[in-house]
């Protein structure tokens, strides 16, 4: 079942004299339970197809429904991960989250049990009472996605979250991602520029040139759960970085 769909979406920027189109007539789609990535070249507007979704930038024309509503209807909840923690450093990490639980309007009297929970999803129960500043960018970036969950989103927006982390943190916090999708089956819109994790992660991957055209996808059909050094993942990473290299440039 189709939960959201963006139909003939175009966002446009500045008055007619100096128009900048980010993209024109695009259209996607992500199934319930679906984990759906979009590549595409830096500028192409991947991050602003995700604020678009999310409510945090105005769509010129077209249309985004989730169930079959606008979703400028306001009726939904979307968690976003972005690429930076984005943590209040004087805050706890159980404060962080209640905080995002005050801005969503949930009811006060569940605020512990949901902290409890996503930290607990997220292998950092014990770090409720922590400040930010004394976890590593691993645990900070988990922190990130706890607080996403904690609202109970029926979307995941995620803009490039590992970008930032070493390889092997960034390969951790993958397989922790993965871990809480398996648990939850979530819908997620993924952002990446790395066509390992993208392969890795991924049901469908949508490519978009630096026109921000739609212009090809990919379903990738490997059994759940995957190895990441499964040499068939390689194999299909390495087609398909051939197959898109120069209009991913």
């Keep these: 079942m189709t939960r959201l769909r963006v139909c003939e979406a175009t966002k446009r920027y500045g008055d007619t004299a100096e128009t900048i189109n980010v993209f024109?007539?695009?259209?996607?789609?992500?199934?319930?339970?679906?984990?759906?990535?979009?590549?595409?070249?830096?500028?192409?507007g991947k991050t602003t197809i995700l604020n678009i979704i999310s409510g945090l930038t105005p769509l010129t024309e077209g249309t985004v429904e989730f169930d079959d509503k606008p979703v400028a209807a306001g009726e939904f909840s979307f968690g976003?991960?972005?690429?930076?923690?984005?943590?209040?450093?004087?805050?706890?990490?159980?404060?962080?989250?209640?905080f995002v639980l005050r801005s969503a309007d949930i009811n006060a009297s569940e605020y512990d049990s949901r902290i409890d929970s996503v930290?607990?999803?997220?292998?950092?129960?014990?770090?409720?009472?922590?400040y930010p500043q004394r976890l590593s960018g691993g645990q900070r970036q988990r922190v990130n996605l706890a607080r996403a969950l904690a609202i109970e989103p029926e979307l995941l927006l995620m803009d490039e979250p590992f970008?930032?982390?070493?390889?092997?943190?960034?390969?951790?916090?993958?397989?922790?991602?993965?871990?809480?999708?398996?648990?939850?089956?979530?819908?997620v819109l993924f952002v990446t520029h790395d066509m390992s994790e993208a392969v890795a992660l991924s049901d469908r991957i949508l490519f978009i040139n630096k026109d921000g055209n739609l212009f090809d996808e990919v379903t990738i059909d490997h059994e759940r759960p995957r190895d990441f050094d499964d040499p068939a993942l390689r194999e299909t990473e390495a087609q398909l970085t051939h197959r898109f290299f120069e209009s991913l440039q």
């Design 24 to 44: 024109t007539g695009l259209n996607l789609s992500v199934d319930a339970d679906e984990f759906v990535t979009l590549m595409g070249p830096s500028g192409c």
């Design 163 to 187: 970008s930032s982390l070493d390889e092997v943190t960034a390969r951790h916090a993958r397989q922790d991602l993965l871990d809480v999708w398996y648990n939850t089956q979530k819908a």
């Design 80 to 98: 976003y991960v972005f690429q930076e923690p984005r943590l209040l450093d004087w805050r706890t990490v159980g404060k962080n989250i209640e």
């Design 119 to 130: 930290l607990r999803r997220v292998g950092l129960d014990d770090e409720r009472d922590s």
